[in-house]
């Protein structure tokens, strides 16, 4: 690989520096309950379609929300622009990578998880999640080449507690925001700031690894190889919803 793998280097909890691990996005229970569905579910979920303006991208689904969704959204509620749902994840980046490829790379992964794209509405006192058209994620770029070793580090750190403590609006999409800092000719650092209603510890490694493929591919002029995306996580937030309410829940706990 012409870039060198994504270094996870940190993981901040604004509230007061400590790593929180929220596993809202459960990775062995999600496997497990995708083997089950079929692609023609996912087309009959289309169902729930309702199309309307949200910042001027249009509504192309709606699920209900999971249970660590919900928790977000309350906790949201008591304290609104509540810092310690943000999530914070700085990499170190190695290779010729200019920021437009970042940024067109992050595109693409937001284009194909619909997560990403996900924003928050209130119906009659609960949460539903909608996914809109399109993500407008734009990558800042900041430029530090030119500053000694111990200024830099000053300056990333400064940036990073910035970006961290900003807070999100669950209602609006883009619940993620992104700054390239360049270090060096060959040498950047990425600091992501995301939601925690849509993005949790595992997300961490999915992210890391489709960004270094989608680099790859494009620095050799290819496409990555990924597998297309046949289920969301709306669609198990849906099935959740419509398994609890089957009974099905309360005869296993029987």
Known sequence: HTVSGLLFDSFIDCRDDRAWWFRIFGAPMLRRICSHFSFEFRSSLKGHLRMKATNNSPTIDTFPTSIGQKRCWFMEQMHPGNKGLNLAIRWELRGPVKSELVD???????????????????????????????????????????????????????????????????????????????????????????????????????????????????????????????????????????????????????
């Open 104 to 254: 067109a790379a992050l595109r693409k992964i937001i284009a194909r998880h619909e997560i990403l794209r996900t924003v928050f509405i209130d119906h009659d006192g609960e949460p539903l999640q909608e996914v809109v058209e399109k993500g407008d994620v734009k990558l800042d770029f900041v430029d530090v080449q030119t500053l000694n070793a111990a200024d830099q580090a000053e300056r990333i750190a400064a940036i990073a507690i910035e970006h961290a403590e900003q807070p999100f609006d669950m209602g609006k999409p883009n619940l993620l925001r992104v700054t390239m800092v360049r270090t060096a000719a060959q040498r950047a650092e990425l600091l992501i700031a995301v939601h925690n209603s849509i993005f949790d510890g595992f997300s961490i490694g999915v992210l890391g690894h489709e960004l270094g493929l989608h680099l790859d591919a494009m620095l050799a002029n290819k496409e990555p190889d990924l597998p297309e995306l046949v289920l969301q996580y709306g669609d198990y937030a849906q099935w959740l919803e419509d398994y609890e309410k089957s009974g099905a829940l309360k005869a296993e706990e029987a």
